[in-house]
């Protein structure tokens, strides 16, 4: 592994763990110390490069696939908004303003059970990987996202806000 190529994978490390809010000494605690503070942070400047079995332990840890702690090539970047990623507006039953976004409470989602909840697993972990973002507790819907998110929960586009409401997945700030 190139001394370039050891930083880029140390600046994926440094922010997935941000995006969890973790400091190292947090990751270095809630790992019973299987990733020291001061190696994961050698890790992240690029000045110790990590193993691919370390590495598939540490994205267990982070609840994110392996691949999101590679940097990627060249190519096209998913995280980067376009015209058509506007936030969805709903007026519904529940009371939503229509310019509420649709916002998923992720954690919540984690005690939801049955083939539904599988299947809104697997397509919020895919808009996640897209989007590279790995925060784990919120996930807010773009209207691009909304027609596939409908057809899981078995309703309409505008039936998609009260079906989340009751399955109480909406996030309520």
Same mark, same amino acid.
């Given at each position: 592994?190139?001394?370039? =190529?050891?930083?880029?994978?140390?600046?994926?490390?440094?922010?997935?763990? $941000?995006?969890? $809010?973790?400091?190292?000494?947090?990751v270095?605690?809630?790992s019973?110390?299987?990733?020291?503070a001061?190696?994961?942070?050698? =890790?992240?400047? %690029?000045?110790?490069?990590i193993?691919?079995?370390r590495?598939? /332990?540490?994205?267990?840890?982070?609840?994110?696939?392996?691949?999101?702690?590679l940097?990627?090539?060249?190519?096209?970047?998913?995280?980067?908004?376009?015209?058509?990623d506007?936030?969805?507006d709903?007026?519904?039953?529940?009371? $939503?303003?229509?310019s509420?976004?649709?916002t998923?409470?992720?954690?919540?989602?984690?005690?939801?059970?049955?083939?539904?909840? %599988?299947?809104?697993?697997?397509?919020?972990?895919?808009?996640?990987?897209?989007?590279?973002?790995?925060? %784990?507790?919120?996930l807010t819907? /773009?209207?691009?996202?909304?027609?596939?998110?409908?057809?899981?929960?078995?309703?309409?586009?505008?039936?998609?806000g009260? /079906?989340?409401?009751?399955?109480?997945?909406?996030?309520?700030?």
């Amino acid at each position: 592994m190139t001394q370039e =190529y050891s930083k880029r994978v140390g600046e994926r490390l440094r922010a997935i763990r $941000r995006q969890k $809010r973790l400091s190292l000494q947090e990751v270095e605690a809630a790992s019973t110390q299987e990733f020291k503070a001061s190696v994961l942070g050698a =890790y992240e400047r %690029g000045e110790r490069a990590i193993s691919v079995p370390r590495l598939q /332990r540490l994205a267990r840890f982070y609840n994110v696939p392996v691949d999101q702690l590679l940097p990627t090539d060249a190519g096209p970047s998913f995280g980067i908004a376009t015209s058509g990623d506007s936030v969805i507006d709903l007026t519904d039953a529940s009371g $939503r303003r229509e310019s509420d976004p649709i916002t998923i409470d992720l954690t919540r989602l984690e005690s939801l059970s049955g083939p539904e909840a %599988g299947m809104l697993n697997r397509y919020l972990t895919m808009i996640q990987v897209q989007r590279q973002d790995f925060n %784990g507790r919120v996930l807010t819907i /773009r209207s691009n996202d909304l027609q596939a998110l409908a057809a899981i929960l078995g309703t309409g586009v505008d039936g998609a806000g009260p /079906r989340l409401d009751s399955l109480g997945l909406s996030f309520q700030p």
